[in-house]
């Protein structure tokens, strides 16, 4: 992927005669930020995890196992059975595919709504501005819980696909800010003159000299939006709205720990899940910390 | 000036100081006790709060007629504000005479008026009330306990302190003992009784009820933390032995670890005060608390909607009945703290058939059992479920789990309680859970007769369960009846209009200090809590 972009930046500047790219620049400083490489290889083995979760489980995540409900852990199940007999591991293992896909599926989805609403109201200004802005502020005080709740009655049932559309249609205003900032910022930069100059429609000034180069600090709010997203889905399926039962998720397994006795004495009931959470979200942040001060245009090698 | 201003200062802190400390502090006092409930009351209106929380709280500061309880499978009663009561052959006049001594917390006399403006006033169709079951056998009253217009209605004073009420047709007296006298709190004539009924819910007294005829006197209600009492020293039954008592708002999670640091004394049970199942092992652990789990009449249900073509074929619901691995549930997900039944009638209950047992788990007869109705094994149902209750949310993955097994495909949608009973209104569901729980009384109509109120959540019309409830609600006989409800049992075993999944023992705790605190069915306590003592400790 970043050497696909990379040949591609350095082909178009390659009269610059420039020895090394932006992006080969910007992967040498990340790979300098050892808890940022450290945190990508954690987030690669979840993500193993989550592709793999029919190989590693070691059962079936919704079998109940009438003999053992919340069973400690033993050989058979090394993590423990949870509240109606199921296999904790096989459940945590599986849920790893839930909180990725609405991390990264969510976040795909704002980050392209972001982007083209914040490139259109820089790239126009004006009228088109001012009403985008707006629109940007609007979406902005949502609150985004009760929005979902609201959604849930009105869909009808709560699932895995409304938490990613509500997080997706709902995130986007900080990313359009951001690209906004940048555009209005590299509009006014010579090589956008000498382009339009030589003929570049709108289409091909956004998509080709101005969207490429302001998309660094996108690509940083992703990262914390991804970890952000896997949180809110958490939130949600502990309150039961969210990913619907048996489909384990970390935020539902999560659940069954609301009396103290649990807390107290059944660890194996959600401290898995518990970890899991904090780990996903701290190493997606440390990926995101690595990339903010990789793709830091001040900082150059 | 300045010097009795600090002294009024100070004086005020140290009060400020004192007042929490007897709410949330250790309740060693003898005279102070706490009782705790999951979530707060709107009002304490005795005909109209809103849930089994307000009634929780105006039953210490109101009495009804009588109180009842059962004892080996028999309704029993027992005086309360009646210290008399009488049925006349008919079965249809029933006369009662009030305590010589109850009186109100201002000190007037409790009259045969006050029980007339009770009656009036429920039954007055502009009134606001969810007591109308408690008035709708009397005469000229129409089914939901209002009054037809113009006629005579059945109650008549007698005497200052005796009244008798006549009912539209001869019925079980245990009915009406229970309705009417259990079911039904009396109402301050000399208080409420210049008020319009259509302003009666919005009066300020259901928020402040400082005139009542219980036990306990009303002090003050702080918002969502707790209501106040002291002792009536006057009551008629005698005085409380308990001074203070308050009812505190407590979240399940934390009723545990209240009653381990000794801040609680009594749960509330039933329902609204319950141990969580989770904490039950470590409750009945705790040295200074005694656990009690008693039988109660709340089950929970698959209700299945009779809309569906392919859920009409009874061989498909028992098919059901048969998947469903319920003594699993009781077992595992109840720790043994509940009891199977076919039926909405308890086990414990005096109407109770013992001859009609519960379908037992057997999956290959489910699968038998559909083969046979031609089920579409690759049709998919949705199971609804609301949240809230933690337990039925659990059981409703063993229960697709079970059904899967014996090849009904099943897909979960959980919503919240709300939503969950519009969809089941709408008959927008194939099955869903609900929960349920009723009197001593077998008299189901509410659920089952056709067009009742309840009939609307499973969308069923049966004409054999009909003819039964309408016979077994206008028979007095006791024997008869009983006839009738246990072929009433027998045709809902084999019909099955839903599957009751497991009746809920209630499971409470009381300090060990207290004692004369009984419990008893019907989710509340025998509910004598100016016999309540509290020792030292």
């Known amino acids: 992927m970043t050497s696909a972009i990379s040949a591609a930046v350095t082909t178009r500047g390659a009269r610059l005669d420039r020895p090394q790219s932006y992006w080969t620049l910007a992967a040498r400083r990340f790979l300098r930020h050892r808890v940022a490489v450290a945190g990508l290889a954690v987030l690669a083995a979840i993500a193993a995890m989550a592709v793999l979760a029919g190989v590693l489980a070691p059962h079936n995540p919704t079998a109940i196992d009438a003999t053992a409900f919340r069973a400690a852990p033993s050989a058979v199940h090394p993590l423990g059975t949870d509240s109606v007999g199921r296999d904790v591991l096989s459940r945590l293992v599986y849920a790893s595919r839930v909180s990725l896909s609405v991390g990264l599926l969510a976040v795909t989805m704002y980050v392209v709504i972001g982007t083209a609403v914040g490139a259109a109201a820089a790239y126009h200004g004006g009228t088109v501005d001012l009403v985008l802005s707006r629109l940007m502020d609007i979406v902005l005080s949502f609150p ?46 010579e090589f956008v003159h000498a382009a339009r100059a030589m003929g570049a429609g709108d289409v091909r000034l956004i998509l080709r000299h101005l969207l490429p180069n302001a998309m660094a600090p996108v690509l940083v709010a992703a990262t914390f939006g991804t970890a952000n997203a896997i949180l809110i889905e958490a939130a949600l399926s502990f309150l039961g709205l969210g990913v619907q039962p048996p489909t384990p998720s970390w935020g539902n397994m999560l659940t069954d720990a609301q009396s103290l006795t649990v807390l107290e004495q059944m660890p194996w009931l959600w401290v898995p899940p518990g970890f899991m959470i904090l780990l996903s979200v701290l190493v997606i942040n440390f990926v995101g910390d690595g990339l903010r001060d990789a793709l830091d245009p001040s900082l150059k090698l | 000036m300045s010097t009795r201003l600090r002294a009024v200062i100070a004086l005020a802190l140290a009060a400020a100081l004192l007042l929490p400390a007897t709410v949330a502090g250790q309740p060693r006092s003898s005279l102070v006790a706490v009782s705790g409930m999951w979530s707060p009351p709107n009002n304490f209106s005795p005909i109209n709060t809103d849930s089994a929380y307000g009634y929780y709280a105006v039953r210490f500061m109101f009495g009804s007629l009588l109180e009842s309880r059962l004892e080996n499978n028999q309704l029993k009663l027992y005086p309360m504000l009646a210290s008399r009561w009488s049925v006349a052959a008919d079965n249809q006049t029933y006369r009662f005479t009030l305590h010589p001594r109850a009186s109100w917390h201002d000190g007037r006399p409790v009259t045969a008026e006050d029980v007339e403006f009770t009656v009036m006033t429920i039954s007055d169709p502009r009134t606001q009330t969810n007591r109308g079951a408690s008035v709708a056998f009397i005469a000229g009253m129409d089914a939901t306990g209002k009054r037809a217009g113009g006629a005579q209605i059945g109650f008549r004073i007698l005497g200052p302190k005796e009244f008798e009420i006549r009912t539209a047709k001869p019925v079980d007296p245990n009915f009406v003992f229970e309705r009417f006298g259990y079911d039904m709190y009396i109402l301050p004539k000399h208080v409420l009784g210049g008020v319009a009924p259509d302003q009666l819910a919005r009066h300020p007294f259901f928020q402040n009820p400082t005139v009542g005829n219980g036990p306990f006197k009303f002090v003050q209600y702080k918002t969502d933390q707790y209501v106040e009492f002291v002792a009536n020293e006057s009551y008629h039954l005698g005085a409380p032995n308990i001074r203070r008592l308050f009812v505190r708002i407590i979240p399940p999670t934390t009723m545990m670890a209240q009653l381990e640091r000794r801040d609680l004394d009594v749960t509330a049970g039933g329902g609204i005060g319950s141990i969580l199942i989770d904490d039950w092992d470590r409750v009945k652990a705790i040295p200074h608390v005694q656990a009690v789990s008693y039988s109660a009449p709340g089950y929970q249900f698959m209700a299945f909607n009779f809309q569906r073509a392919y859920l009409q074929d009874k061989r498909v619901r028992r098919a059901m009945a048969h998947a469903i691995n319920r003594p699993l549930l009781v077992s595992q997900l109840l720790k043994g703290e509940g009891e199977l039944a076919e039926g909405p009638i308890p086990p414990n209950n005096p109407y109770f058939n013992r001859a009609v047992r519960p379908w037992a788990f ?20 949705i199971l609804r479920v609301p949240t809230g209750n933690i337990l039925r949310e659990r059981s409703a993955d063993v229960i697709r789990e079970n059904l899967i097994a014996a090849g009904v495909r099943v897909e979960i949608q959980k919503s919240d309680f709300p939503t969950h009973l519009a969809a089941l209104y709408a008959a927008n569901y194939d099955i869903g859970l609900v929960g349920w729980s009723g009197g001593v009384d077998p008299d189901v109509s509410s659920q089952f007769r056709t067009g009742a109120t309840y009939t609307r959540l499973i969308h069923m019309s049966n004409q054999q369960i009909d003819q039964l409830l309408d016979e077994g609600a206008a028979t007095a006989d006791q024997a008869r009846r009983r006839q009738i409800y246990n072929r009433f049992q027998e045709v809902f075993a084999d019909e099955l209009p839903y599957v009751v999944l497991y009746y809920e023992k209630s499971r409470a705790a009381v300090a060990r200090r207290m004692s004369d605190v009984n419990y008893g069915v019907q989710g509340f306590y025998w509910f004598q809590p100016f016999a309540w003592t509290a020792a030292l400790q």
């Not at chain 1, 819980?145 to 205003?173: E, K």
């Not at chain 2, 057997?362 to 149902?381: I, K, P, S, V």
């Open chain 2, 362 to 381: 057997d999956t290959a007869r489910a699968r038998a059992l559909l083969q046979e109705a031609g089920w579409d094994f690759t049709r998919t149902l």
């Open chain 1, 144 to 189: 985004p819980l009760i929005i979902i709740l609201f959604a849930v009655s009105v869909f009808g049932r709560p699932s895995l696909w409304n938490v990613i559309l509500v997080l997706g249609l709902l995130g986007w205003p900080p990313v359009a800010r951001l690209v906004r900032g940048q555009v209005l910022a590299l509009r006014q930069q």
